[in-house]
T-cell receptor, first 118, second 117 residues
Framework: GAVVSQHPSWVICKSGTSVKIECRSL??????MFWYRQFPKQSLMLMAT?????????EQGVEKDKFLINHASLTLSTLTVTSAHPEDSSFYIC??????????????FGPGTRLTVL | AQKITQTQPGMFVQEKEAVTLDCTYD???????LFWYKQPSSGEMIFLIY??????QNATEGRYSLNFQKARKSANLVISASQLGDSAMYFC??????????????FGKGTTLSVSS
């Protein structure tokens, strides 16, 4: 299957700093990437949809100025958590799907980034 | 609105037995896809099986099969011959063709499966 990488796999930062998470599709081109957030023992909540070359679409309740998303190429999307606070500590997972646009396209997930804000 | 419901927070099964994980969904869109993912403690999301709304037959992938009952809007995952490595969290997810969110997957709350020897 297709491979999606995510970097870093974990990060610890101080409150007030910004953290950038990279998501790459390694062996396929992804016009659309998705960013999810997951708290312990809970489900994945969609934060935003990232389309190559255009602005991201954020879900209701997600602050676009706090969670900056850039999808600069067909293989790379980045999520920057700006001025991180302890409540932003979570597991962030990116996902990518292929370019066919079919409803049957499987979404492939990155391994996730565990963010801890002190 | 689209919704996925998984009513079993946790399930317990012994090795070599079969187990069914429940999933019901709600959508008014006639075209949709249903997915099951496995998430072990490492956090990675592993795709297991897919069922399209127009598929006539239930999907099967090795030990995984999907019991698709369209009229009941259910898409239960059946794992045959459970193994210790099947212990993980399992998510049911849906994608609809008319989803304004850009056709992202919507997930249920998940079911934690524990397999004992």
């Amino acid at each position: 299957g297709a491979v999606v990488s995510q970097h870093p796999s974990w990060v610890i930062c101080k409150s007030g700093t910004s953290v950038k998470i990279e998501c790459r599709s390694l062996d396929f081109q992804a016009t659309t990437m998705f960013w999810y957030r997951q708290f312990p023992k809970q489900s994945l909540m969609l934060m935003a949809t990232s389309n190559e070359g255009s602005k991201a679409t954020y879900e209701q309740g997600v602050e676009k100025d706090k969670f900056l998303i850039n999808h600069a190429s067909l293989t790379l999307s980045t999520l920057t958590v700006t001025s991180a606070h302890p409540e932003d500590s979570s597991f962030y997972i990116c996902s990518a799907r292929g370019t066919s646009g079919s409803i049957t396209d499987t979404q492939y997930f990155g391994p996730g980034t565990r963010l801890t804000v002190l | 609105a689209q919704k996925i419901t998984q009513t079993q927070p946790g399930m317990f099964v012994q090795e070599k037995e079969a187990v069914t994980l429940d999933c019901t969904y709600d959508t008014s869109d006639p075209s949709y896809g249903l997915f099951w993912y496995k998430q072990p403690s490492s956090g990675e999301m592993i795709f297991l099986i897919y069922q399209g709304s127009y598929d006539q037959q239930n999907a099967t992938e090795g030990r995984y099969s999907l019991n698709f009952q369209k009229a009941r809007k259910s898409a239960n995952l059946v794992i045959s011959a459970s193994q210790l490595g099947d212990s993980a969290m399992y998510f049911c997810a849906m994608r609809v063709s008319g989803n304004q969110a850009g056709t992202a997957l919507i997930f249920g709350k998940g079911t934690t499966l524990s397999v004992s020897s």
